[in-house]
């Protein structure tokens, strides 16, 4: 949140079915990574059963066609698809 969007990876296998809530795919090997894209955010969907549903907020790099204008939603707080295991930011030193 200081800094800025985190670089991360993930395993997408299912991703290319994804249209819209929060993505949490009953498998989802997080060991097998094999996309990167950028967290950008985070939020709480509450469901109807009064449920709270914590989720990342990610941009993906298939174009605005795909998702929720190129964005898509991630369970968050268990390192779904292992989106825990591989994160990046650059710090820029001033000169």
Known sequence: MEIGPLSVALNAALLQFYHRGVFEPHFCDPKSLDHAV?????GVEK???GEKKPYWIIKNSWGKKWGMDGYFYLKRGV??????TQVATAILQKT
């Open 47 to 49: 469901t109807i059963f």
């Open 79 to 84: 390192g779904m698809c292992g989106i825990n």
């Open 38 to 42: 950028l967290l950008t955010g985070w």
